[in-house]
């Protein structure tokens, strides 16, 4: 059998491609120092999720996918951002990688300000001018995919959004993975349940990392949870917060489906 396409490495070259063509972006990112672990009173984000612990739903908007196609003209992103936080959403989450998902940097500081929900910056992170973009679009949270990253890039990243007062939420999908975190303090790592290198989803794959994750962090499951049976059965593994999306872009009442997730 032929090797899946790894839809991953992909969003990630072209990633680079466009950041090479900013020929001003090591410089804008050259002044940014790096801050220890940020605690909720310093972080919207962070307390957000402490608040509503063991139930907190990140409520996502993205104007596509490599498996979807393109949701623009189907999806009102200001509209969705305010059904979010009317029906119980903790926070929210916006993809912002223009070539795959259609989004921007523009599009969640929209959606953040329509909201009013403290905001996490979902995009494919690789050089620290990314994290000077989610902090002046609004955003208090940014997405690490170790995946992408070596250990030591992973934690110059981390601490980096920290000095800007940026919670990094450390995505994970295997040993390989939670191993790059290196046994230090963490405040929030993930587990995605999409594959992203074949985009494939399996639930289990949460409750297979779950023990092996920073015991301080708060364990935030991503991707595949479509209905409040799946959230009580990942909170009942030990999970603290429920990244959600597709299930609630497609859905006939957004609203509904939220509010039985949030419980």
Not at 12 to 19: D, F, G, T, V, Y
Not at 30 to 53: E, H, I, Q, T, W
Not at 132 to 149: D, K, M, N
Not at 241 to 246: D, I, N, P, R, S
Request: glycine share 8%.
């Amino acid at each position: 059998m032929s090797r899946a396409p790894d839809v991953l490495e992909r969003i990630a070259e072209r990633r680079r491609e466009r950041l090479a063509e900013l020929a001003d972006a090591q410089e804008a990112a050259s002044g940014l120092v790096p801050a220890p672990v940020l605690d909720s009173g310093r972080n919207a984000f962070l307390a957000a999720l402490k608040r509503r612990r063991g139930r907190a739903v990140i409520a996502e908007i993205k104007l596509g996918s490599p498996r979807l196609g393109s949701l623009v003209g189907k999806v009102g992103p200001l509209a969705q951002a305010r059904t979010y936080a009317r029906h119980g959403a903790a926070a929210l989450s916006v993809v912002v990688e223009p070539d795959f998902f259609h989004g921007s940097y523009d599009l969640l500081a929209r959606c953040s300000d329509a909201s009013g929900l403290p905001a996490l910056a979902k995009d494919f992170v690789l050089h620290p001018v990314q994290l000077l973009w989610a902090r002046e679009a609004g955003a208090e949270a940014v997405l690490l995919i170790a995946s992408l990253l070596t250990s030591e890039e992973l934690h110059r990243l981390a601490g980096l959004a920290r000095g800007l007062e940026l919670v990094p939420l450390v995505e994970t999908h295997d040993a390989a993975d939670v191993a790059k975190l290196g046994g230090e303090a963490w405040e929030l790592v993930g587990v995605n349940n999409r594959d992203l290198r074949t985009f494939e989803v399996d639930l289990e794959r949460s409750a297979e990392l779950l023990p092996s994750l920073p015991a301080a962090a708060l364990k935030v499951a991503e991707s595949g949870i479509s209905g409040g049976e799946d959230v009580r059965r990942l909170a009942r593994a030990g999970f603290d917060a429920f990244l959600v999306g597709e299930a609630l872009l497609l859905a006939d009442d957004p609203g509904a489906l939220l509010a039985e997730l949030a419980g």
